[in-house]
Each structure stands twice: as structure tokens, then as C-alpha cells.
């Protein structure tokens, strides 16, 4: 049983491209966040969802926008897509502040 | 350990031994760490945590030790196996925050 999990796993596309990515958590967890991974495999925070709200929002471009249709869903869409957005996009949970998130297995992006 | 250039720092042991990997944070504001496991092509995994009114806590094979004076945070793994072998990284973060902010990362290599 897998306890969060993103969608599409790898995902190739042209610069200019509009794409998204899904995730879903069976954890019952009340906040969602999404994370970036460069190929330096240093991880930064972009967004964070709690029931449906968006509480973080992390410098990131407009071209990114999450989305939150309930409390398990959180996806991410991204317009216009760059070189410099390929990278390892994670969605991870947790019940609350102060307890450990749990992670997908991450979307490999990469833009040509 | 911090990372220099395109390299993750490198840790390298023999089954057997023990292993100390070591992070440093910069906010005296943080509350609570976590490490966690990231093996290849997967997302990070929870090992253990800590909260700052702690300085040591113990799992299976795992001690994480917090020194709040000098911002220090290094996990202890006892008896280091193959299947140990990933890239580690400590996370912090502060009660009202409910992202987390990851240390650079560092990789441990088992030699069986």
C-alpha cells in the first residue's frame, strides 16, 4: 500500500510545454507540500497545502500553481515549462507541525 | 557535512563498522530535526528524530545527538550494513512552520 504517490514517475517534454503533476496521500494527513530536488540533490520547499489551504508558498515562479481539490490531492501544474525546472519534484505529508512528512517516491521532470 | 562543488560528501565505511554522519543548521529558532534515508531513485525515508528539549534519542541501530550551543546535529549508525548504503539527510524546522528545511546531504557508502 502505497502511502503517497505521484504521477507520472518520469516525464520528458519540450521547453515552452504545459504539464502536471498528481499526487495522492492515504494517510489521512492534513497538510501536503510539494518539494524540488536539483541535481546537486539539494531539496527546497515550494509549496505547503493544510486542508486545502495554501499556508506556503515559497518564492516560487508563477508558472507554478498547485492545486488542492481535497485534503489528499495535491497537484502540481506548471505553464511554460524551462531548462532550469528539470529537476526531481517531490510530494510529501504529515499529520501535523512537528511530525515527520512522508514522501513519494518523486517525478523525474526533464525538459529538452 | 556540507556539500563542496557538484559533490555530495562521502562517507565511506566497512560493513561492520559504525558510522557518524554529521549536520550542521544555522537557525537557533528550530524546534525539531529529522533524518532521513534517500536511496536511489526514491524518496527520502523517515529514520528518526529529535526535538531541541532533547540531546540524545535512540532506535534500532540509529542514535540521532542534538548540541543546541553549537547547532549540531549527527546521526550514529551501530553496526553499518549494505543496505545502509544511501544519502542521508537532517531537516529542521520551527513550531509555526510546517515546512522543513534540509541540510545538503551526505552519502554513506557500505564496503561489504
Known amino acids: 500500500d502505497t502511502a503517497v504517490s505521484q504521477t507520472p514517475k518520469y516525464l520528458v517534454t ?14 489521512g494527513h492534513d497538510t501536503m ?10 531539496l527546497k520547499i515550494m509549496f505547503s497545502y493544510n486542508n486545502k489551504e495554501l499556508i506556503i508558498n515559497e518564492t516560487v515562479p508563477n508558472r507554478f500553481s498547485p492545486k ?16 532550469g525546472d528539470s529537476a526531481v519534484y517531490f510530494c510529501a505529508s504529515s499529520q501535523k507541525q512537528g511530525q515527520p512528512q512522508h514522501f513519494g517516491d518523486g517525478t523525474r521532470l526533464s525538459i529538452l | 557535512g556540507e556539500s563542496v562543488g557538484l559533490h555530495l560528501p562521502t562517507l565511506s565505511v566497512q560493513e561492520g563498522d559504525n558510522s557518524i554522519i554529521n549536520c550542521a543548521y544555522s537557525n537557533s529558532a528550530s524546534d525539531y530535526f529529522i533524518w532521513y534515508k534517500q ?4 524518496g527520502p525515508q523517515f529514520i528518526i528524530d529529535i526535538r531541541s528539549n532533547m540531546d540524545k534519542r535512540q532506535g534500532q541501530r540509529v542514535t540521532v545527538l542534538l548540541n543546541k550551543t553549537v547547532k549540531h546535529l549527527s546521526l ?4 553499518t550494513q549494505p543496505g ?5 539527510f537532517c531537516a529542521e524546522t520551527y513550531t509555526g512552520r510546517r515546512a522543513l528545511t534540509f541540510g545538503s546531504g551526505t552519502r554513506l557508502q557500505v564496503q561489504p
Not at chain 1, 507540500?33 to 539539494?42: A, L, V
Not at chain 2, 550514529?76 to 553496526?79: D, F, K, L, M
Open chain 1, 14 to 27: 519540450q521547453m515552452g510545454n504545459d504539464k502536471s503533476i498528481k499526487c495522492e496521500q492515504n494517510l
Open chain 1, 33 to 42: 507540500y510539494w518539494y524540488k530536488q536539483d541535481s546537486k540533490k539539494f
Open chain 1, 68 to 83: 488542492s481539490p481535497d485534503k489528499a490531492h495535491l497537484n502540481l501544474h506548471i505553464n511554460s515549462l524551462e531548462l
Open chain 2, 39 to 42: 536511496e536511489s531513485g526514491k
Open chain 2, 76 to 79: 550514529q549508525i551501530a553496526a
Open chain 2, 84 to 88: 545502509d548504503s544511501a544519502v542521508y
